[in-house]
């Protein structure tokens, strides 16, 4: 089920650990972040989290206003257990809106998951060296 964002789950987020290559996504200075603008997935303990909007946006890239963007996170210890697409279909049929979303080209893992999902890669840029790629529904 869809949750707002506690005190006590964003204290839980920040101190989740990514493995590498995955670190880049962990959020331990990210609390007045979590707070101010995401959302969680429980399903009898904390699963992931989300935002939506130009939150989950990465600059440089010129967004259109087309789709809704949105970003997840999944609890590290769920990744690679086939959590993801349970996770996944809980937030699309939450937010109801086509989507777009914005992953890092070397991540495989999710970049499948998307792809099951009904998401087609439609675009890709350099953010420093770091090559994204952006899916839509």
Not at 63 to 89: S, T, V
Not at 106 to 111: H, L, Q, T
Request: include cysteine.
């Amino acid at each position: 089920m869809i949750k707002n964002m506690t005190e006590a789950y964003a204290k839980e987020i920040i101190t989740w650990r990514y493995a590498k290559p995955y670190d880049v996504y962990c959020m331990k200075d990210a609390y007045d972040e979590l707070m101010k603008r995401y959302q969680v997935v429980y399903e009898d303990e904390l699963i992931g989290f989300f935002c939506t909007g130009r939150d989950a946006q990465v600059p440089p890239y010129g967004y259109n206003e087309d789709f809704l963007d949105f970003g997840i996170g999944l609890k590290p210890e769920l990744c690679g257990n086939g959590y993801g697409e349970i996770f996944m279909r809980e937030i699309i049929e939450y937010i109801d809106n086509p989507l777009r979303l914005t992953v890092l080209a070397w991540n495989e893992r999710a970049r499948k998951l998307y792809l099951k999902l009904g998401f087609k890669d439609v675009d890709q840029f350099y953010r420093g060296e770091r090559l994204f790629v952006i899916m839509t529904q």
